[in-house]
Nanobody
Framework: QVQLVESGGGLVQAGGSLRLSCAASIRTFSGYTMGWFRQAPGKEREFVAAISWIGDSTYYADSVEGRFTISRDNAKKTVYLQMNSLKPEDTAVYYC?????????????????WGQGTQVTVSS
């Protein structure tokens, strides 16, 4: 059974940083494209970033480009989201997601597996 478990969320002041982690229990993790999405109260889930299965290709939402960095460690079966220069509008529940054998995708509908989410709150 595939499980994705996010961690690293919390409360931070505007301008601060957080690093999210997503640990995957996937036997063939290196074959999966991984993505990060977020959902704020009353809003739809939105794409944040994605990374290809070997980490050579990344894709970011315009709203986080230059502030957030997605990376992965296939040996540890973990994907990370380094978030710098955080803004109050970054406040949301952050989810990681996995899909096998595709290029990095912003469409949440193509992802097969999802984590339970971790809350990120940025105070002004």
């Amino acid at each position: 059974q595939v499980q994705l478990v996010e961690s690293g969320g919390g409360l931070v002041q505007a301008g601060g940083s957080l690093r999210l982690s997503c640990a995957a229990s996937i036997r063939t993790f290196s074959g999966y494209t991984m993505g990060w999405f977020r959902q704020a109260p009353g809003k739809e889930r939105e794409f944040v970033a994605a990374i290809s299965w070997i980490g050579d290709s990344t894709y970011y939402a315009d709203s986080v480009e230059g502030r957030f960095t997605i990376s992965r460690d296939n040996a540890k079966k973990t994907v990370y989201l380094q978030m710098n220069s955080l803004k109050p509008e970054d406040t949301a529940v952050y989810y990681c997601a996995a899909v096998f054998g595709r290029n990095p995708e912003s469409n949440p509908g193509v992802y097969t597996y999802w984590g339970q989410g971790t809350q990120v709150t940025v105070s002004s």
